[in-house]
């Protein structure tokens, strides 16, 4: 079975640009997240969705940070424009059923680089 | 709020040496407990997960953890480190709605011949 997908895998763009990240996540699972890992730091959580809605997207910086998962499945995170800052990795995630103790399974993330 | 706490930003072992990474937690609600491996340019690869039931996990690779409440610790150990075992290791707890996970800052594993 595929696990999480995500593209493309490294992006490099100067600052003031726009980046959109894709994700497919595992075949079944309705929650999807996306985590964004600074360097040297753990990944901290952007934006959750269960099915095609978002349910908590309090730590989403929605002046420049925009997201959506049509139709439930694949998922696009865009930034637009771009700050130095936002170096990082974004990495998306998907599970079903956390809540009973089932896993939470990570992509090999995107690698953005803003110059 | 739940946080967790990791002791050392990088750990030196020999190869054939014992593991040890720290994790101490604070949760509002009976925790669930992960550590995560993340090997260079890649995602996150679950190890193992404490939920419920018996308290000393074991997981991929050889590593157990094993969690004590009385602590709030869920260290993380390998008997004989190998050199595929360098990485960077994440301890994480779920949110107290259990719906998503929150992560330490990560210790670096660094294993010399």
């Known amino acids: 079975e595929a696990g999480v997908v995500q593209s493309p895998r490294y992006k490099i763009i100067e600052k003031k640009q726009p980046v959109a990240f894709w994700c497919n996540p595992i075949?079944?699972?309705?929650?999807l997240y996306w985590y964004r890992q600074n360097l040297g730091q753990g990944p901290e959580l952007l934006i959750r969705y269960e099915n095609e809605e978002a349910v908590d997207d309090s730590q989403l910086p929605k002046d420049r940070f925009s997201a959506e998962r049509l139709k439930g499945v694949d998922s696009t995170l865009k930034i637009q424009p771009a700050e130095l800052g936002d170096s990082a990795v974004y990495l998306c995630?998907?599970?079903?059923?956390?809540?009973?103790?089932?896993?939470?399974?990570f992509g090999e993330g995107s690698w953005l680089t803003v110059v | 709020a739940q946080s967790v706490t990791q002791l050392g930003s990088h750990v030196s072992v020999s190869e054939g040496a014992l593991v040890l990474l720290r994790c101490n937690y604070s949760?509002?609600?009976?925790?669930?407990l992960f550590w995560y491996v993340q090997y260079p340019n890649q995602g996150l690869q679950l190890l193992l997960k404490?939920?419920?039931?018996?308290?000393l996990v074991k997981g991929i690779n050889g590593f157990e953890a094993e969690f004590k409440k009385s602590e709030t610790s869920f260290h993380l150990t390998k008997p004989s480190a190998h050199m595929s075992d360098a990485a960077e290791y994440f301890c994480a707890v779920a949110n107290s709605g259990y719906s998503t996970l929150t992560f330490g800052k990560g210790t670096m594993l660094l294993v010399s011949p």
């Open positions: 404490y939920t419920t039931g018996a308290t």
């Open positions: 075949s079944g699972h309705n929650t």
């Open positions: 995630a998907s599970s079903s059923g956390f809540s009973s103790g089932n896993t939470i399974y």
């Open positions: 949760s509002s609600v009976p925790p669930y």
